[in-house]
């Protein structure tokens, strides 16, 4: 377990040094710079801007400098928001994107693994058809284009919930359905095909024919093996939704991490763009492997390591 998590930190490192050279060489290609695109400088203000944020020197030199701050966890100063550093902007907004991105996933996985465990069930059938086809709808329909869509039945029609903010509870059941939809859906076509898989193993049929309870049949022999394929997309489910929440958190002004990407990349802040990209990707990178541990939780057969039990 230990060799096995070793290996994995490096790869992490390897990975996030790959990621972060690619951002920064990809925000060096775009042309201008945010001093130059909209707002209207004198030549000499925009040279000490420039000589303050270190880009009047070389690319190689920039990329040392952004390097070696990366490795000190120090992600230097906003370019819009010169009063806060990006730490500081992560460490304010990412529990806010967390929190809702956590709603949106228990919601997900919830109605996900329920909706696909119907349909396995009543294969071929009245509910089968029904969850499928909100399914397809599900996964047909951007979270951005649900979201209006929300606000104006549930928000300006019918005046159930708030349109905006955050803070209360009923302000969180709009914007975590919106991110919750698609997820929702590729679960539940994952969950039923998976269940679909397992009903027809032989163990299932000697649990039948011992006369076990079918509700103890479902949540002891065949729920345990068929949730295992959702399982494996939680990690990059979890990084989904947080992803997008940029824009769903300025659908619903929701003070997150996605209302200073956008502000961000409209700004050209360069330091803003590239820590949250390096903290998406380790945050990507972490679920991976906590998913891969929660395998062998699951599922004692699979062994972390890579080998096989006997």
């Known amino acids: 377990m230990l060799r096995f998590i070793g290996r994995r930190v490096v790869l992490m490192l390897l990975s996030l040094w790959v990621i972060a050279t690619l951002t920064f060489v990809l925000m060096k290609c775009i042309p201008g710079d945010p001093f130059t695109s909209e707002k209207k400088y004198p030549p000499q203000t925009i040279a ?11 690319i190689p030199e920039q990329y040392v400098t952004y390097i070696t701050n990366l490795a000190k966890f120090d992600l230097g100063f906003s370019i819009n928001n010169t009063s806060r550093t990006v730490n500081e902007m992560l460490s304010d907004s990412f529990p806010v994107s967390a929190e809702l991105g956590a709603y949106s996933v228990l919601l997900a996985l919830c109605a996900g693994v329920l909706m696909g465990i119907t349909a396995a069930l009543w294969q071929n059938r009245l509910p089968d058809y029904v969850m499928m086809i909100l399914a397809v709808i599900g996964i047909s329909v951007p979270s951005f284009v649900l979201a209006p869509f929300l606000q104006k039945y549930f928000g300006l029609e019918w005046k159930i919930l708030p349109l905006a903010g955050w803070g209360d509870p009923p ?111 380790s945050f990507l990178i972490m679920m991976n492997l906590l998913v891969d541990l929660t395998y062998g939780w699951i599922d004692p057969r699979i062994k972390v390591g890579g080998r096989e039990g006997r």
């Open 171 to 281: 302000q969180i059941i709009l914007p975590a359905a919106a991110l919750a939809l698609g997820q929702v859906a590729l679960i539940a076509r994952l969950m039923r095909s998976s269940m679909l898989d397992v009903v027809t193993q032989d163990y299932i049929r000697t649990a039948r024919a011992k006369g076990l309870p079918p509700w103890r049949v479902i949540s002891r022999h065949t729920l345990r093996n068929a949730i295992i394929p959702v399982v494996t997309i939680m990690g990059p489910a979890i990084a989904a939704v947080l992803t997008g929440s940029f824009v769903i958190e300025k659908i619903f002004s929701i003070p997150g991490m996605g209302k200073y990407f956008v502000e961000s990349i409209t700004n050209r802040d360069y330091p803003v763009i590239m820590g949250t990209t390096i903290f998406y990707a």
């Open 48 to 58: 000490n801007l420039k000589a303050e944020y270190g880009l009047d020197k070389s």
